[in-house]
């Protein structure tokens, strides 16, 4: 078998394996699935080690040992400081690289010594006309084959790997709060979400644009009238999903910054920011809050609560905030939360 095929066959099933498209672990299992044929100076790794390959092949048979459970044992053992000491999956990628890179020749016309010192030889399958001849026909098609299974894998696997990308498909609501925590940071995200409202059980099927995550489980939405909803399971959810399905809408940029308020008029920091998916969060104590009066309203998300004195924000935008909190005074730390869509 050509040593492309090896790498190719130790790439593609380390990665379905692994369930990595890391690109230094599958280049340790392709270099990994070289070192069986150290055993004659013919082949690259040979040429490349010639001193240890001259002398393998004065001794031993070619696929012999080296294409052996036996060497897989002492590969095994003589690599366990990576295990321990630098990174397990780099162990597991070349354990496994070495151990496929030997097992591919058990398909070959020869098969190998896979149990040396034993003499018998590991030959699948039995009928001798299905074996594969090196450099035929069915091994170059072995070898696309290997090299889309390879591709399609890491691309999988670069994203989540294949359950994530089923259960997006099938617009899990788990996977989709998920994947908004992954991009919320990247990009100006949408949910079209399918479901029912809490409140009045009605169905929903709506798009939303994405706010923040608020839990694992949690999702803050607005519609295109700035009001916030609550995607979840928990009691203070408005909406209950059945299916959410997160769309990219735009690269964004998210800025951040703490500001402390130190008995100022909350209504002129408002002023100061810009208006458009610009967020608040914190919590504010209010100087004279006892004709403050902010009504809960069950229908959607309260972004503005009252507790006693203070004041609870929860991405709350600037201009709810100046129209309830004007000309109030208060105290406390805030987040502005950004989103500049480019």
Known sequence: MMALTHAAFSVALTSVTLGTGNPIVLAISAIASQLPDVDTSKSHIGRILFPISNFLENRFAHRSISHS?????????????????????????????????????????????????????????????????????????????????????????LNGGLIKQFDRVLGMPSTAIETVNEEISQYLLEVEVKGYDRINTKKIDRTYEVVKPISENELLVKDEGDTFYLIGNSQASQIVPDRIKVNKIASASVFTRDVYLDLREIGSIMQQLPEQRVYISGTLEISDPEDLDIPVNLNQFDTISKVGSQVKLTAAPPKLISQKLGNYYGTGNIIIRAIDVQ
Do not use: C, H, M
């Open 69 to 157: 459970f036996l060497a897989t044992g002492i590969v095994t053992f003589i690599s366990l400081p990576l295990l321990f000491f630098i990174n397990g999956i780099y162990w597991q990628a070349l354990v496994l690289g070495y151990f496929l890179g030997w097992f591919a020749d058990v398909f070959t016309k020869s098969g190998v010594a896979a149990f040396y010192p034993s003499k018998a030889r590991l030959v699948i399958p039995g009928n001798p006309r299905l074996r594969l001849s090196t450099g035929s026909n069915i091994e170059l098609f072995l070898l696309i084959l290997l090299t889309a299974i390879a591709i399609v894998s890491i691309n999988l696997n």
